[in-house]
């Protein structure tokens, strides 16, 4: 049975950081159809494998430091995702980088691995509540992710 996972990530007390786990939680209020899991998470890097083992598909959701135009929201398949201030540092490896391990290492990997990404404003600011553009943009990738999914309009 085909598996999909939608995995919202962020950090919830750094503002924009919080998108991805924000829309996670929008999606939780929409039943899901069967084999679809919403889960929310603040790892990144090596530590993803663990959470996307065995699944067929995973939807990730993310905010994104580019230089793009603060809430443009990019839509990426996971091996074109290299942007993310969360996989910058010298202690993680990019998206790409952890599914490719994934699959040497023989885990059951995703076949399919889409980013919904959204340009933060602000990612080093202690708050709970995101920016204007950013939360406009939270709007439009729920919808996104909706469609995605095969889920109608409520």
Known sequence: MSRTLVLGMGNPILSDDGLGLHVARELRATPMPDGVEVQESE???LRLLELVRGFTKVVIIDALKSGR???EIVRLEGKDFKGGHRYG???SIGLDTAL???HRLGFEMPE???VYAVEAVDVETFGEQLSP???AAAECVLEMIRAELGIADN
């Open 89 to 91: 540092s010298a202690h």
């Open 43 to 45: 790892v990144a890097g």
């Open 133 to 135: 553009p950013v939360a």
């Open 100 to 102: 490719e391990l994934g």
């Open 69 to 71: 135009q603060p809430g």
């Open 112 to 114: 399919e691995v889409v």
